[in-house]
């Protein structure tokens, strides 16, 4: 006979029920923060105390629950509680699903509201004009580089980077039946298509590609078009109502990509921190050599540089770099005073939480 479950599950239904009572108490002294932080005009989000509060929370746990889990967990309550201060509205690269989207709910929760647009460009101007607070968009996968739209935005918009986020991305061929035979060319956005390349000439060589301004966007038309394969996210399999053929046909597995949250404003630091700047370089010899070697002599991580082209002036560049560190942290603001006497231009794109890496479907 069946054991009675009743006895254990009344237990687990007591401790949901305080669950409950907590989660409201908490959202409440949440907002009784944010009425105090408005009366002293100081920013909602506070990253060194949420970094603080993770890393209390995972000693405390002793790792009984999934490390992850756990982290997943206290993610969602602490956005909801923030998002209690302050309503929050975040453009991304559109349309839904894409996985700049989910990275978005990622960082800001399911409580935010996400409006879709149709180019990183978009999204840059929206929060430009101060029309959502945040926006989302890639900045470099691990396998193919950087985002070229999204660095050259840089140039051409008045924002600030907020944060990060890291995810490590899968691919998924998709079409409306799930039977390879009915696809005739595969659309995506031309990174995954650069992502997938070895797979798609090995198992569709005949099938021509077609690059689209989003996996979201080549989702929608396999939806439409049987004869269409789309690679895309798995969220966009539930959005779009479409069948898998193939999960994970990215040519290299730990295929991670990092996006930015953009905004008006940098957060204060956290602890664990990159500053990001934008840098024109003198042209004469050595003049490059000399910016590294500032950094280099003043002890400080370079993460990342990349230059790109000035639109309009051939031949001349700027520099994208990340230095790991606040620029509150007074080696970095010393660091970049120098680097501004130096460099024909300087411009501070914010300093921001680095982030770890999660998987998109945790
Ligand atoms: C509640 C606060 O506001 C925000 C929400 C937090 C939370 O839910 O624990 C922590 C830091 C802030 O980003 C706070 O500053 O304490």
């Known amino acids: 006979m069946a054991q009675d479950l009743t006895p254990v599950r009344d237990g687990i239904d007591k401790i949901d029920n305080t669950i409950v009572e907590l989660l409201k108490e908490r959202l409440s002294l949440a907002k009784t923060i944010g ?22 929370l995972t000693k405390l746990n002793d790792g009984v629950f999934p490390k992850d889990a756990l982290h997943s967990i206290f993610h969602e309550i602490i956005t909801t509680c923030r998002l209690s201060q302050q309503k929050i509205a975040v453009s991304y690269l559109g349309p839904e699903a894409t996985f700049t989207h989910l990275a978005g709910v990622k960082y800001f929760g399911h409580s935010a509201t996400y409006s879709p647009m149709e180019s990183i460009a978009d999204v840059f101007s929206e929060v430009e ?41 899968t691919h998924n061929l998709v079409c409306k039946s799930g039977d390879i035979k009915d696809i005739q060319t595969v659309a995506s956005h031309t990174q995954p298509l650069a992502q997938c390349r070895e797979w798609l000439r090995k198992h569709l060589p005949t099938c021509p590609t077609l690059p689209v301004f989003s996996t979201g966007a080549a989702a929608q038309m396999a939806a439409n078009n049987p004869n269409i394969g789309a690679i895309a996210s798995s969220l966009a399999i539930k959005t779009y109502e479409l069948q898998v053929v193939v999960k994970g046909i990215e040519d290299y597995r730990g295929n991670t990509t990092r996006f930015l949250v953009i905004g008006k404003e940098s957060p204060t630091p956290s602890g664990a921190d990159r500053t990001s700047l934008l840098l024109g370089i003198k042209e004469r010899p050595g003049a490059l050599n000399e910016i590294l070697s500032v950094i280099a002599r003043a002890g400080i991580n370079l993460a990342k540089i ?17 230095l790991m560190g606040h620029i509150d942290d007074q080696h970095i603001k010393d660091c970049c005073t120098t680097l501004k006497a130096l460099c024909s231009y300087f411009e501070w794109l914010g300093s921001y939480p680095v982030t770890e890496e999660s998987s998109p479907d945790a």
């Open 35 to 56: 009425k105090l932080k408005n009366e002293s005009k100081r920013a909602k989000w506070d990253p060194l105390r949420e970094r603080q509060i993770y890393e209390r």
């Open 129 to 169: 004009k101060g029309r959502t607070q945040y926006g989302i968009v890639p900045v470099e996968n691990s396998i193919e580089g950087a985002v070229f739209s999204t660095l050259d935005s840089f140039m051409k918009f008045r924002t600030k980077i907020c944060g990060e986020v890291r995810m490590e991305i």
């Open 306 to 322: 990349e230059s790109r082209p000035i639109k309009g002036k051939q031949w001349k560049y700027l520099f994208f770099l990340d």
